[in-house]
């Protein structure tokens, strides 16, 4: 029976959890080298990332997209690496976009080629952008960057997608590190209140193996709060939809609000639904997994459609991640998990 017209029962995994966002790393390449991702010291001219002909092509990631939207995604972000760094993402988009079922497509982004690109990108459907942006000192956003990034082109770019208009409108997303940039959050959320851009604060992760994490590196949400707070009142406010990453906070003045993604100290992989699927086609069941499924092959070797939704429900129905539960349980680190430039943030 043709997959598409297949109306079984959408899948859950182990946990009672079902399948409803699909992140799409487009590009395992990066224009940054930021110190916690992609070191230079590894990432370096000498270091040999994909070939054009090993990453999914705009006909596969469409392919896939669609099947999982028959198991139930509605939901795709397009990721990296740096995305905007493939040649005509904006045909993806389109092509994406004309998927049955799907209602929320994101992107990613450093922002840096996306003055010149969110035109374009809003044109072809994209609903909303999120910009990472670390801090607004010039000399500490070049040094988190890796010595590669202009925050003046950063800046730029998440003016130009504030003025394309993108229905789901404009986020940024700021990694914070004890002692490294957490001085510079009072300025980012002076910067954008009331700009109707939400900033979101996320706890420093152990994602991949280069970035040394240490507990103490952490900045907990609460701290943030009470230190955001008690220069503009904020209040809690209810999730949107079921399982939201981030905690919502608004102004009591009106002027906007703010988010916490808190997975270190309120770990929130009971209500994860999401599933990654990197550069080179393996599917990913958690941020902090040890090992993926290949897509790549199969859709390479001729697998029907049929027999790619059954690859995919399988997967999702063996899923048992927790990594998060699991190191708040017992203090400890996986051994070694997959890089966040394959597989994005």
């Given at each position: 029976?043709?997959?598409?017209?297949?109306?079984?029962?959408?899948?859950?995994?182990?946990?009672?959890?079902?399948?409803?966002?699909?992140?799409?790393?487009?590009?395992?390449?990066?224009?940054?080298?930021?110190?916690?991702?992609?070191?230079?010291?590894?990432?370096g001219e000498h270091f040999t990332f994909l070939r054009n002909d090993e990453r999914l092509?705009?006909?596969?990631?469409?392919?896939?997209?669609?099947?999982?939207?028959t198991l139930g995604v509605s939901k795709l972000r397009l990721t990296g690496g740096e995305p905007l760094l493939r040649p005509h993402l904006a045909e993806l988009v389109a092509r994406l976009r004309r998927i049955e079922g799907i209602t929320d497509l994101a992107l990613t982004t450093n922002g840096v080629l996306l003055?010149?690109?969110?035109?374009?990108?809003?044109?072809?459907g994209l609903d909303r952008v999120t910009v990472s942006l670390d801090t607004l000192d010039p000399a500490l956003f070049h040094r988190m960057s890796g010595g590669r990034g202009a925050l003046d082109e950063v800046l730029e770019g998440i003016e130009a997608a504030r003025a394309a208009g993108f229905p789901h409108g404009v986020k940024l997303n700021t990694v914070v590190q004890r002692g490294v940039n957490e001085h510079t959050v009072i300025d980012l959320v002076e910067r954008f209140r009331g700009s109707g851009i939400v900033v979101r604060f996320i706890e420093y992760m152990d994602v991949g193996n280069r970035n040394d994490w240490r507990p103490d590196d952490v900045v907990p949400s609460a701290e943030l709060i009470q230190r955001i707070g008690g220069r503009w009142p904020l209040r809690a406010v209810p999730p949107k939809y079921a399982g939201e990453v981030a905690t919502r906070y608004r102004f009591e003045d009106g002027a906007g609000e703010i988010g916490m993604i808190s997975s270190i100290s309120q770990p929130f992989c009971g209500g994860c639904t999401r599933a990654r699927l990197s550069s080179e086609g393996m599917l990913y069941t958690c941020l902090f997994a040890t090992r993926g499924t290949?897509?790549?092959?199969?859709?390479?070797?001729?697998?029907?459609?049929?027999?790619?939704?059954?690859?995919?429900?399988?997967?999702?129905?063996?899923?048992?991640?927790?990594?998060?539960?699991?190191?708040?349980?017992?203090?400890?680190k996986a051994p070694r998990k997959?890089?966040?430039h394959y597989i994005g943030g």
């Open positions: 029976m043709d997959a598409l017209n297949e109306t079984a029962a959408l899948p859950v995994d182990q946990l009672g959890r079902p399948l409803h966002d699909l992140r799409i790393s487009v590009m395992d390449r990066c224009n940054f080298r930021c110190p916690y991702c992609m070191p230079e010291s590894t990432y092509s705009f006909d596969e990631i469409e392919r896939l997209c669609r099947l999982a939207a003055s010149r690109q969110a035109g374009e990108l809003r044109d072809a290949d897509f790549r092959h199969p859709l390479r070797g001729g697998a029907s459609d049929e027999a790619l939704t059954t690859l995919l429900r399988d997967v999702w129905l063996r899923r048992r991640d927790r990594y998060s539960e699991e190191r708040a349980e017992h203090h400890g997959i890089e966040m």
